[in-house]
């Protein structure tokens, strides 16, 4: 499978050891304050704040803490002025790197995450260089413990989904963006818990890497997850699980 699986399943496994709660905190706060300035502060209208909320529950943010990025995003109390921003680049191998922000301040961020490509001896490219190898769809993890393939083959037909496959320990279910919401609000329905849901960006062809390229890309990957106003990380990378397992030690 592509980066998608390779890099959301460390991401997986890094998630239960990671001690830095309050940079986990800030990027989903930034994603409420966001999805309240362009939809609303009602998350039963807003389902993007829906969703941004109920990550934030999830991650144990304190509800004033939710409340203020609402009322940020809404205009009800003073704050900085985000951006989205989307940066698009190549790491060593070629490997297509897109990494999604929002900042308040667009020349940082721009200098931060090419630095950050430099350093890993990549390249920070113009917008769409490689937008095009990636495409928008609902995303939704299911651990091989909840549900065996059989009962997720199952539920996919029954739910409306378009793909299903299953890596390390999760099964995989893909659906249009346009369906992302309809069928996260069927899981919750059915009490079906997930390990991961999301809107990815999913790559359409993937780029073979080992030994000292992969250790690079990755490198990479959790230099640019850490950088301040980086939301989110995708890429197209292919790596064999035994290596990725070494690796990501």
């Known amino acids: 499978m592509s980066g998608h699986s390779k890099w959301s399943s460390i991401k997986r496994k890094k998630a239960v050891t990671d001690s830095r709660r309050s940079q986990v905190w800030t990027r989903i706060l930034k994603e409420v304050?966001?999805?309240?300035?362009?939809?609303?502060?009602?998350?039963t209208a807003n389902s993007r704040?829906?969703?941004?909320?109920?990550?934030?529950?999830g991650a144990n943010v304190p509800n004033d803490?939710?409340?203020?990025?609402?009322?940020?995003?809404?205009?009800?109390?003073?704050g900085?002025?985000?951006?989205?921003?989307?940066?698009?680049?190549?790491?060593?191998?070629?490997?297509?790197?897109?990494v999604e922000a929002m900042t308040d301040n667009r020349n940082r961020t721009a200098a931060e995450i090419r630095h950050l490509f430099a350093r890993y001896g990549g390249n920070l490219g113009e917008t769409g260089c490689?937008?095009?190898?990636?495409?928008?769809?609902g995303y939704f993890a299911i651990?091989?413990?909840?549900?065996?393939?059989?009962?997720?083959?199952?539920?996919?037909?029954e739910i409306g989904a378009d793909d299903v496959s299953s890596?390390?320990?999760?099964?995989?279910?893909?659906?249009?963006?346009?369906?992302?919401?309809?069928?996260?609000?069927?899981?919750?329905?059915?009490?079906?818990?997930?390990?991961?849901?999301?809107?990815?960006?999913?790559?359409?062809?993937?780029?073979?890497?080992?030994?000292?390229?992969?250790?690079?890309?990755?490198?990479?990957?959790?230099?640019?997850e850490d950088q301040d106003d980086a939301q989110k990380v995708w890429a197209n990378f292919d790596l064999d699980p035994d290596a990725l397992e070494e690796i990501s030690q």
């Open 80 to 98: 900085v002025e985000l951006v989205e921003i989307t940066y698009e680049g190549y790491g060593v191998g070629g490997v297509a790197i897109l």
């Open 167 to 224: 890596e390390d320990e999760v099964h995989e279910i893909h659906t249009a963006p346009a369906d992302y919401q309809t069928v996260l609000d069927e899981f919750e329905r059915r009490g079906i818990p997930l390990a991961e849901r999301d809107l990815a960006m999913i790559p359409q062809n993937s780029v073979k890497i080992e030994g000292e390229t992969a250790r690079r890309v990755l490198g990479l990957l959790e230099a640019l």
């Open 33 to 43: 304050t966001i999805a309240a300035r362009l939809g609303g502060g009602d998350p």
């Open 49 to 57: 704040l829906r969703n941004a909320v109920q990550d934030a529950k």
């Open 130 to 137: 490689v937008g095009w190898m990636f495409q928008k769809r």
């Open 65 to 78: 803490n939710i409340d203020r990025a609402i009322k940020r995003g809404t205009g009800e109390l003073d």
């Open 143 to 157: 651990d091989k413990t909840v549900m065996n393939e059989d009962e997720v083959m199952e539920l996919a037909l």
